[in-house]
């Protein structure tokens, strides 16, 4: 079963308290505006069109579930009662059940002070408590930030897809990185 240790507190670099822990369905407003934000600035993201609030309650009901099942590792960062960052590992099903897929967002005007770093933590502690092995995620290749963090949280490169994202009329490569914990 996975089960996150949240939720926990941090100071983030510019001083601002934030609050790590599960998403609630109370989150559902936040969440849509989290997830529409990093849409209009066209984020590297694979969503490419604004998400209803029927789409995104359809998807909190079901990532509710899959935490409460123990399938989902969920964390959110909350900054002044809002949530500015969302993060997952979702576990893998038959014989790569010892595998987490890995997501994480931040919410532009909340970057760069340390909240990525304190979620991918959190997510990968988490991971290995609940005796996951291998943590995979799926990055831009222009995402130099991302990058960059995978990285110092220990990923490496296990792979290129040459072209495997269109965005902003431009191919990219998709880029897979992994953790062996
Ligand atoms: C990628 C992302 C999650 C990083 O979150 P963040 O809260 O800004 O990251 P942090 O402040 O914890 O910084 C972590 C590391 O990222 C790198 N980083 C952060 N801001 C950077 C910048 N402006 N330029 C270069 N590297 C940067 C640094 O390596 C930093 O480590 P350091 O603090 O030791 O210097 C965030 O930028 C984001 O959500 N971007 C949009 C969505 C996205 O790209 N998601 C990932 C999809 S795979």
Same mark, same amino acid.
């Given at each position: 079963?996975?089960?996150?240790?949240?939720?926990?507190?941090?100071?983030?670099?510019?001083?601002?308290?934030?609050?790590?822990?599960?998403?609630?369905?109370?989150?559902?407003?936040?969440?849509?505006?989290?997830?529409?934000?990093?849409?209009?600035?066209?984020?590297?993201?694979?969503?490419?069109?604004?998400?209803?609030?029927?789409?995104?309650?359809?998807?909190?009901?079901?990532?509710?579930?899959?935490?409460?099942?123990?399938?989902?590792?969920?964390?959110?960062?909350?900054?002044?009662?809002?949530?500015?960052?969302?993060?997952?590992?979702?576990?893998?099903?038959?014989?790569?059940?010892?595998?987490?897929?890995?997501?994480?967002?931040?919410?532009?005007?909340?970057?760069?002070?340390?909240?990525?770093?304190?979620?991918?933590?959190?997510?990968?502690?988490?991971?290995?408590?609940?005796?996951?092995?291998?943590?995979?995620?799926?990055?831009?290749?222009?995402?130099?930030?991302?990058?960059?963090?995978?990285?110092?949280?220990?990923?490496?490169?296990?792979? &290129?897809?040459? &072209?495997?994202?269109?965005?902003?009329?431009?191919?990219?490569?998709?880029?897979?990185?992994?953790?062996?914990?």
């Amino acid at each position: 079963m996975l089960k996150a240790k949240v939720p926990r507190e941090f100071v983030a670099k510019d001083g601002r308290k934030v609050v790590l822990r599960k998403p609630r369905w109370e989150d559902l407003d936040d969440l849509l505006d989290f997830i529409n934000s990093l849409v209009e600035e066209s984020a590297d993201i694979m969503r490419e069109t604004p998400v209803t609030t029927k789409e995104e309650a359809e998807w909190l009901e079901r990532r509710l579930a899959s935490i409460a099942k123990g399938e989902t590792i969920g964390v959110v960062a909350e900054v002044d009662g809002k949530v500015v960052g969302n993060s997952e590992v979702g576990r893998r099903g038959g014989s790569m059940s010892h595998v987490g897929g890995l997501g994480i967002a931040v919410k532009k005007g909340y970057r760069g002070i340390g909240i990525g770093k304190e979620l991918m933590k959190t997510l990968i502690g988490e991971s290995r408590k609940a005796g996951l092995k291998v943590l995979v995620l799926d990055v831009f290749g222009s995402n130099t930030v991302a990058k960059s963090l995978y990285s110092k949280m220990g990923f490496k490169d296990a792979g &290129r897809i040459p &072209r495997g994202v269109f965005k902003k009329g431009k191919y990219i490569d998709l880029l897979r990185m992994t953790l062996e914990l």
